[in-house]
């Protein structure tokens, strides 16, 4: 495996040979290194990173972070209020951050020429729009995705309450999801990652084999999985035989002889959480007076002026309470602070083999590998076992099942806690290491890293789980192009067998296929989309008119929306045959009077070719504003389902804010759309059990749509609707169908469709079969003279002498029976209009 590494180098102030120095050392290792003025990185890294994304990943509110401590310097003054509240400052930072990404999408374009199969790992937040940016350059070069991208945060991820205040967090949202694997160290990570996108963009998610979890887009599922990175032992163990380590081991505990150790190794920042442990220290030499003479704080404060204002304030608080419990104790405390960001690997290796405790009091945390060296290193008869505190904050207290959690805001229990670690005994010590080691020492970052990809690999292989088309010898008679896989609709196919057709249906169904659906502009509604009172644009308009116009064309319009805001938008297209409320309401093409006359005649109220026993009574007429519709009621007694449902459901919108009752005629809908996502669906799901056994002896069924409860007809479907516009029609059997259309409505058309074409190739090629047989037979007796009586029988001439086409398109590339997908509504109008030329 080649890799390489893309990455900045933290100097600013470089001459040109000083980078190409650089260049020349790090080039050996396919490291490509990236030089940004100081400007920019004050924008990105000082600014929208540190500023505004650090905190409130770490769940600060914006207005708790204005008013924070770090804000104001030691003299009380304000550091300058308008970098925090300004919007101008936040513009300018948020261009410099998109600035960054797009250098680092140019690069990697550069130097890595991504090709298939290639994988692009992007880690942590400061390149969040990092697999968005190399999308959609591959989108735009390539016309699809090259490689496949991972991005791992190693941070925490907020609530998403808290997540909307951050400036232009959808990008930010949106930029992360156009990964194919995104990882997370802990599940609180992202669990409030997953409420975020369905509270924000809308986008639903589920459990997917292996333990991962999928979230479902409209053409592709991206994998998040949680996997806490591992330590590498072996340099670790490498490190403990030096004598610089065993040197500085032994001067620590002879500073401290006969002392206990408790260690610390912290940033120097509020979220750290060094003065709650500090304060919790001081509590317990006060509570517990055996303990002045016997224990030390050892604790290291590192510096890394990555948030000068904060690490200033936390440094004089904290040098503040050191100075007191000092000077009330005496020297408990061995208090240093360093420049760095982090302390070298020998120095923390000496500092955890000479200590007792460690304490990890972060307010919140994401990735620290720190009480897994210690735990790690603790090993072997020089080096007793230690105890480990961790924060439940931090992301290793769920990965530690031997470590004591503590609550650093409790001070009272974070005392026992400590005063619980300093009297275990050794056997206790060892069995709380045991739990971990294993863990720890089978599990480096190599083989993370490996489990990673296998996950992304994995992702990769699974195909959409197309159920297959039982068509039952279909392709006697039928020719459905490149139908082995879910491919890209080629629009040259199309026409190709629309101008060789000469008797065509076109299916179609409205919202998110004729027109975009439009957007909600609600934080929790993005996905619940709408179609009502809007219109496709005039050239789609113009393309159906002309399409409904040639003789040869029969074309159908089924849509799941009512009635009245359908036949608004259609109802003068009186060649166009409309289906409303998913098939409820069906008017006919209007353009002769055979057309009425064939609905009007046709002894079921449901369309040909369902059963016998799903006939209940003729169709109910129904005069709209511009045409005459049919309602299929399908024989439900619609009063008694009301007198059940209604109770049931006027109790829920009782008890849910914002949701409504919607009466039909026929029918009857609860909307949870304006509620509360997660309320509202757990409301739903409560409520659809609830009538689900209630109406168990009515012939309807629960819909469950987006914000919606429905109880429909148990055979409503869009497919009846197709089915019945095929077989009402006089004439040959259509040589060219093609069926269009974007959510789970319109599959019921798609494997309508196979079942008709299976049904039908099996009824002609039996009728062919009896034909032939009798004329064979007449012919061989010579009782009847047979002129030009083929060789073959109709089997064999089928796919040679009668081809027919039959495209079934889902818009949008997304788990579907359909043969074919369109990549959006945009494509959808180039095809009708070229079909509409070929018939103009």
């Not at 003025?37 to 207005?63: A, D, Q, S, T």
């Not at 993005?526 to 005039?538: A, E, N, Y």
């Not at 289906?579 to 209007?590: C, F, R, V």
């Not at 309508?752 to 090629?765: F, G, P, Q, R, V």
Request: aromatic fraction near 8%.
């Amino acid at each position: 495996m080649l890799t390489f590494w893309v990455g900045t180098v933290s100097a600013s102030d470089l001459s040109e040979a000083d980078k190409q120095e650089i260049r020349a050392l790090l080039e050996p290792m396919r490291c490509h290194p990236i030089f940004m003025p100081r400007e920019m990185i004050e924008g990105h890294y000082h600014g929208y990173c540190k500023k505004v994304m650090w905190p409130l990943f770490h769940n600060v509110e914006m207005l708790d972070s204005c008013g924070a401590d770090w804000n104001y310097k030691a003299d009380g003054r304000a550091w300058d209020p308008a970098s925090v509240w300004a919007v101008g400052g936040k513009e300018h930072w948020w261009g410099t951050y998109c600035q960054v990404n797009r250098i680092f999408r140019d690069v990697v374009v550069e130097v890595c020429k991504l090709e298939e199969g290639d994988v692009l790992w992007v880690h942590d937040y400061h390149l969040m729009l990092l697999p968005s940016l190399v999308s959609a350059h591959e989108e735009r070069v390539h016309r699809h995705r090259k490689c496949s991208i991972i991005f791992f945060l190693h941070i925490p991820f907020p609530t998403s309450q808290i997540f909307r205040a951050l400036y232009c967090g959808e990008d930010l949202l949106k930029g992360m999801l156009s990964a194919d694997v995104i990882g997370f160290h802990a599940f609180d990570h992202a669990r409030h990652f997953l409420n975020a996108c369905k509270r924000i963009l809308g986008l639903s998610y589920f459990n997917k084999s292996g333990g991962l979890i999928g979230i479902e887009l409209e053409t592709r599922t991206v994998t998040v999985l949680i996997s806490h990175v591992g330590i590498e032992g072996s340099l670790l163990t490498k490190a403990m035989a030096t004598a610089r380590v065993q040197e500085e081991t032994a001067a620590l505990r002879h500073k401290h002889k006969g002392k206990l150790l408790i260690a610390g190794l912290d940033i120097s920042q509020r979220l750290s959480g060094i003065a709650l442990k500090l304060l919790a220290f001081e509590r317990l030499l006060t509570e517990y007076e055996c303990y002045r003479d016997r224990v030390v704080m050892v604790q290291r404060s590192l510096l890394t002026g990555s948030r000068a204002e904060d690490e200033e304030a936390t440094t004089a608080e904290v040098r503040e309470l050191v100075a007191r419990v000092n000077a009330k104790f005496g020297p408990v405390i061995d208090y240093q602070e360093l420049r760095s960001n982090r302390l070298p690997r020998e120095d923390r290796i000496a500092l955890w083999l000479a200590s007792d405790v460690l304490v990890i009091a972060a307010i919140r945390e994401g990735l620290n590998l720190h009480p897994l060296e210690f735990t790690f290193v603790k090993q072997g008869e020089e080096h007793p076992p230690g105890v480990v505190l961790a924060s439940e904050f931090s992301a290793c207290s769920s990965l530690l099942n031997g470590a004591l959690r503590i609550n650093p805001f409790d001070i009272k229990r974070v005392v026992v806690s400590l005063d619980h670690a300093i009297r275990l005994e050794l056997q206790e010590r060892l069995s709380r290491r045991d739990r971990d080691l294993p863990y720890i020492s089978e599990r480096p970052s190599s083989l993370w890293t490996r489990q990673v990809l296998q996950d992304l690999w994995a992702a990769k292989a699974e195909t959409p789980e197309l159920l297959k088309r039982d068509t039952g010898g279909v392709r006697v008679q039928y020719q459905p192009v490149w139908q082995t896989s879910h491919n890209h609709l080629r629009e040259t196919e199309v026409e190709g067998a629309y101008s060789k057709a000469t008797r065509r249906f076109i299916f179609t169904d409205f919202g998110g296929t004729l027109m975009e659906k439009e957007k909600v502009d609600l934080y929790i509604k993005r996905s619940f989309t709408q179609t009502t009172g809007k219109r496709p644009s005039p050239s789609v308009m113009e393309s159906l008119r002309l399409l409904s116009a040639d003789p040869k064309n029969e074309v159908f319009i089924i849509s799941g929306l009512q009635l009245l805001p359908l036949e608004e938008v259609f109802g003068h297209l009186d060649r166009i045959g409309l289906a409303a409320a998913n098939g409820l309401y069906l008017s006919m093409p209007q353009e002769s009077d055979a057309d009425k006359e064939s609905l009007s005649t046709t002894p079921r109220s449901v369309p040909p070719g369902s059963h016998p026993e799903d006939a209940s009574g003729l169709p109910q007429q129904h005069k709209g504003k511009k045409r005459s519709w049919s309602l299929l009621d399908y024989g439900v007694k619609w009063a008694e389902v009301k007198d059940i449902a209604l109770p049931i459901l006027e109790r829920y919108t009782a008890r849910t804010n914002g949701s409504s009752v919607r009466l039909r005629d026929p029918g009857i809908a609860w909307s949870y759309y304006s509620t509360d996502p997660e309320w509202g669906l757990m409301q739903a799901k409560s409520v659809i059990a609830e009538l689900e056994e209630a109406l168990a002896a009515h012939d309807v069924k629960v819909v469950h749509l987006k914000g919606m409860v429905e109880i429909v007809p148990k055979r409503l479907n869009k497919g009846v609707v197709l089915r019945y516009a095929i077989q009402s029609k006089e004439g040959p059997s259509p040589d060219f169908i093609m069926c269009m259309g974007d959510d789970a409505s319109d599959e019921y058309m798609f494997t309508s469709l196979y079942s008709y074409l299976s049904e039908t190739a099996e009824t002609e090629l039996a009728r062919s079969h009896k034909a032939y047989d009798a004329a064979a037979a007449a012919a061989a007796d010579g009782s009847e003279p047979v002129q030009g009586l083929s060789q073959r029988r109709p089997s064999q001439q089928a796919e040679e002498e009668i081809t027919k086409y039959v495209f079934t398109c889902s818009v949008g590339k997304h788990r579907s029976h359909a043969s074919f997908y369109v990549h959006n509504v945009e494509e959808v109008r180039k095809l009708l209009e070229g079909l509409a030329a070929l018939s103009s």
